[in-house]
């Protein structure tokens, strides 16, 4: 569970989530060793304090604090990495707990009828301001036409199970879009359908301008098509360019009349003016997403990770620091079973 900023119901949402899983260990739906893991993604305000607190009060309770804020993706991305050997499967969800946690046995039920990747699907979008709806169906449409593998009406909320984890840690690429990526892994996709919840506390993080990133990124990352379009808008234009030459010549020697205004030469060169703009931008993302690549920087890091897997409520200590792919943690009396599930 990723979070950022969100102090005013960060601890509410723990305390429903402990609540959850304490009822299907009772149940025996899942293991008495399931956890939580809660990734703060470089929070500025007290949402890793309190979530220190809290952990230290409370059984099977992980955080893991990166050292500044990568995004929600990376966030995941650490949270799901480190869940990776420690659980048969996993849920992700998002902090305000919008999405269903009822449906919590119905994606176990799925993973235990063989599916590794379940993905949650909202019923509809009724909660959802006009802007946030059209833009939300604008998006995955523009993401199918593109050819980017992504389902309408699903965000983060996904079972994947252990086989899922490990193949999903052999993708090592910086612009990390896991919608797509999940499709990417080869495994069986089952499906749950949820009412997402009015949220109660606190705003949206998700401002219009990480949508956007999102889209692109979503975009760049899983499909050549925008190169190809621009080839295609290239063709088209020179083909409007030959038959607007043609047009002037036959005007000025069959006709012998000329073009009047100068309209007919400066819209096509502002038209033109923009489409190559435009070109570039979109061939700039492509060989920035490159550069980033080749550089093989860390997708994050993580500045500590507090850990209490006790039954017994006792303080862990928690000072570690860790690149990707390696961690120095101290935990408290054991390691996670793997007989388990992390959410």
């Known amino acids: 569970m990723p979070c950022y900023n969100e102090e005013d119901g960060i601890i509410q949402s723990l305390q429903t989530l402990q609540d959850k899983l304490a009822t299907l260990k009772n149940s025996q739906i899942i293991a008495q060793e399931s956890f939580i893991i809660c990734i703060d993604d470089g929070s500025e ?33 650490a ?18 707990l919008q999405q269903d946690i009822e449906k919590f046995p119905e994606f ?8 590794q990747i379940v993905l949650g699907i909202r019923n509809d979008r009724k909660t959802d301001t006009f802007f946030k709806k ?18 309408p009406n699903h965000s983060e909320y996904r079972l994947l199970g252990s086989k899922a984890l ?3 840690a052999a993708f090592q690429e910086s612009n ?25 506390i606190g705003a949206s993080k998700y401002s219009l301008s990480k949508m956007l990133s999102l889209a692109i990124d979503g975009i760049t990352s899983f499909s050549t098509r925008p190169l190809h379009l621009i080839s295609l808008i290239g063709m088209v234009v020179f ?5 607007l030459g043609i047009y002037s010549l036959y005007t000025t020697l069959v006709l012998q009349k000329s073009i009047p205004g100068w309209a007919s030469i400066a819209l096509p060169l502002y ?7 435009l070109a570039l931008g979109v061939i700039g993302e492509y060989i920035g997403k490159i550069y980033a690549e080749t550089k093989h920087r860390p997708r994050y890091l993580i500045e500590s990770i507090t850990q209490n897997d006790s039954p017994l409520k006792s303080s862990p200590t928690h000072q570690s620091n860790r690149h990707l792919g390696r961690e120095n943690t101290t935990k408290n009396l054991k390691n996670t079973s793997k007989e388990s599930n992390a959410i």
Do not use: H
């Open 239 to 243: 083909l409007m360019s030959f038959l």
């Open 271 to 277: 038209f033109l003016g923009g489409v190559q703009l």
């Open 166 to 168: 490990e193949k999903l």
């Open 45 to 77: 305000d007290n949402s890793f304090s309190l979530l220190q607190d809290y952990t230290s009060q409370t059984p099977y309770c992980t955080i893991i604090k990166l050292t500044k804020n990568y995004g929600g993706q990376k966030a995941l991305l």
């Open 176 to 200: 990390i879009f896991l919608r797509g990526l999940i499709f990417e892994l080869g495994f069986k996709i089952d499906y749950v359908y949820f009412d997402v919840k009015p949220r109660t």
């Open 134 to 151: 059209a833009s939300s169906l604008g998006f995955y449409r523009l993401m199918q036409m593109l050819g980017t593998p992504a389902i």
């Open 79 to 96: 949270g799901l990495q480190y869940a990776k050997g420690r659980c048969d499967c996993c849920i992700s969800i998002d902090a305000d």
């Open 108 to 115: 176990i039920k799925k993973y235990n009828e063989g599916a």
